[in-house]
């Protein structure tokens, strides 16, 4: 056996990779068709901390390997359309400016108006942005740019013979800060290019269900891949082999962390994560581990928990006790008393409010929280203000 070194699961920043990566060889495969096709456009879809940007991430760097070219951006913390154009261009940067210069100076020359470069102050080396008049500039001049930034990107790919692929996570964000004008001029760009290969991933699903409507700009333009879970039987057996590699016996407790933490990948590996360092004294995975280690991840997301819980109105307080507790009937009388909701017709606008707040989810017919972690202190910290106390591995994955 193994000698125990460093823990083996990784959760830290958004995407894995390596052996701290599983499955999903589908999925790879499928991006990196679209990646080796110019002209073609995938858009990938799923719920948060399921693994597609590790996906991504994975396919860029295979192709990567072969010499093909691929720019890969997150939209997800931008505010302005402009600030996607930076984005875009820093990097694109990245990949054509250490091998090929004058590539990305025909880019910039495309975009022509509001770039700077300036040193970065701690390695000297030059980074390109846009000026910051740009992010205050009209909606429609935002727009001209972005699509200025991906026409110089097909030029290039064009002239010098070199498709390029283009990863754009969090896509969606461009309707929050252009609407559907930004859709549509994003369309209208994108939908000639024949030397790029676009793959948009995103993981606000009921926005881009929107986005995608018979009426929008992005309607029938892409190919398809909805990214669900890996499958709970390979993740509890990847798990407790993990754990034994690395010095720590475990039988059968994969399947638990599952159960608690499932179905999103990366809470799975974080719980187990907890798991491995609470087992290591002893080099065997025992249940009160599991226990352990689901206190330990509420105690790090509790802070941050009970922030947003103080923001919220007392009746959205109480239907996340209710979905916490596994009620059934939301809108049924003793419901209603059991959790003080003052009336059966407050709770769905409660429930809406909830999922774009990302409390919740839906769950076929009903209702789950966004994370285990964050019911599991719900239960801990609200559900004994109504006067139900229970272990949250008692509640949780039932």
């Known amino acids: ?57 994975r396919a860029a760097a295979r192709l990567g390997e072969t010499g093909r070219l691929v720019v890969m951006v997150d939209f997800s913390s931008a505010s302005t359309l402009a600030d996607m154009s930076t984005r875009l261009l ?53 727009r001209q740019t972005l699509a200025r930034v991906l026409d110089g990107l097909e030029a290039v790919a064009a002239a010098h013979k070199r498709p390029l692929g283009i990863i754009i996570d969090e896509f969606q964000e461009i309707y929050r800060f252009g609407g559907t004008d930004a859709e549509w001029h994003l369309r209208a760009t994108i939908q000639h290019h024949q030397h790029l290969s676009y793959v948009l991933a995103g993981s606000r699903e009921h926005l881009i269900r929107q986005m995608l409507g018979k009426n929008r700009a992005f309607y029938q333009l892409f190919e398809r891949l909805a990214f669900g879970p890996i499958d709970a039987a390979h993740m509890a057996t990847w798990i407790d082999a993990r754990m034994r590699a690395h010095g720590v016996r475990s039988q059968g407790i994969g399947t638990r962390i599952v159960t608690l933490a499932g179905p999103r990948t990366r809470d799975i590996v ?21 226990g352990t280690a689901l206190s330990i991840a509420i105690d790090e997301t509790g802070d941050d928990t009970l922030a947003r819980w103080d923001d919220l109105p007392a009746t959205q307080q109480n239907v996340l006790r209710a979905v916490a507790a596994g009620e059934k009937q939301l809108y049924g009388a003793e419901a209603l008393a059991r ?12 429930l809406v409010q909830l999922v774009k707040r990302e409390w919740l989810v839906k769950a076929g017919r009903g209702y789950d929280f966004d994370s285990p972690f964050v019911r599991a202190w719900v239960i801990t910290h609200a559900l004994p203000d109504v006067g139900i106390s229970v272990k949250p591995s008692e509640l949780l994955g039932t």
Do not use: W
């Not at 052996?19 to 999903?24: L, M, S, V, Y």
């Not at 509001?114 to 846009?130: E, M």
């Not at 009336?343 to 409660?350: E, M, R």
């Open 270 to 290: 974080e719980l187990a994560r907890l798991c491995f360092d609470a087992a290591s004294p002893h080099r065997e995975v025992r249940t009160a581990d599991v």
């Open 339 to 350: 959790y003080g909701l003052p009336k059966s017709n407050a709770v769905a606008p409660a």
């Open 90 to 142: 820093q990097a694109a940067e990245t990949v054509l400016g250490t091998r090929r210069r004058s590539a990305f100076a025909d880019v910039l020359r495309h975009v022509a108006v509001g770039v700077k470069i300036t040193p970065d102050p701690a390695t000297g080396l030059l980074s390109t942005s846009l000026s910051l008049e740009q992010r205050t500039a009209p909606i429609d001049e935002q």
């Open 1 to 57: 056996m193994a000698t125990h070194q460093e823990n083996p699961f990784r959760t830290a920043g958004t995407a894995v990779d390596a052996e701290h990566f599983t499955d999903r060889a589908d999925e790879v495969a499928r991006v990196l068709k679209t990646l080796r096709q110019p002209g073609a456009k995938l858009l990938v879809t799923g719920p948060r901390r399921m693994g597609k940007t590790s996906v991504l991430r």
